[in-house]
């Protein structure tokens, strides 16, 4: 079982003396109009001046039902009023929690759409998990346990998901 250990992970495991991480999650945040919109976070990230910024948002969007182009559109505008901010801009794919299966075929809909806009702007980058993410064997031969990387609700990463997360963000 891995164990997160904040002297370790905290700041995204850089040396402080040579870069700060500012971490701005809200919890059930969305790109949809609404109370958590992440939108409402846009000046709070200016604020901070910052040279790179990871961007993971959207599955939350997937609980409303709703047709996939308004979240792609929303999430293409968050982007675009963003990029004038800062130097470098990773956007992450959407993952398929379990608790939204029945939504693959949009976050595959929206990734693709994100990865094209994405490629139209030069500080822009679409960010992929590295040999994916999901409950992968736990070595390369395929041999023991597989990893549990969610909930039991499927709708949240477990300490272990958390840990292959950042492993993934800071390969990348």
């Known amino acids: 079982m891995c164990r997160y250990h904040p002297e370790r992970y905290g700041n995204l495991g850089f040396d402080r003396n040579r870069v700060v991480v500012h971490c701005l999650g809200v919890g059930g945040a969305t790109v949809l109009p609404g109370d958590k919109c992440i939108l409402h976070q ?45 130097r470098i801009i990773f956007v992450s794919q ?13 976050v595959l809909s929206i990734n693709n759409n994100l990865k094209c806009h994405c490629a139209q702007l030069e500080s822009v980058n679409f960010w992929r998990h590295r040999g994916g993410f999901w409950k992968q064997p736990v070595d390369i031969l395929g041999q023991g346990p597989r990893r549990e990387v969610f909930d039991r609700h499927g709708v949240h990463l477990t300490e272990e998901g958390n840990v292959a997360y950042w492993r993934s963000a800071c390969s990348g």
């Open 42 to 86: 846009l000046s709070d990230i200016i604020h901070i001046h910052p040279d790179i910024v990871f961007v993971h948002v959207g599955e939350n969007d997937l609980r409303r039902p709703s047709n996939v182009s308004p979240i792609t559109s929303h999430l293409r505008h968050f982007i675009d009023k963003l990029t004038p901010h800062t």
């Open 94 to 106: 959407l993952l398929l929690f379990p608790v939204y299966s029945h939504a693959r075929e949009s």
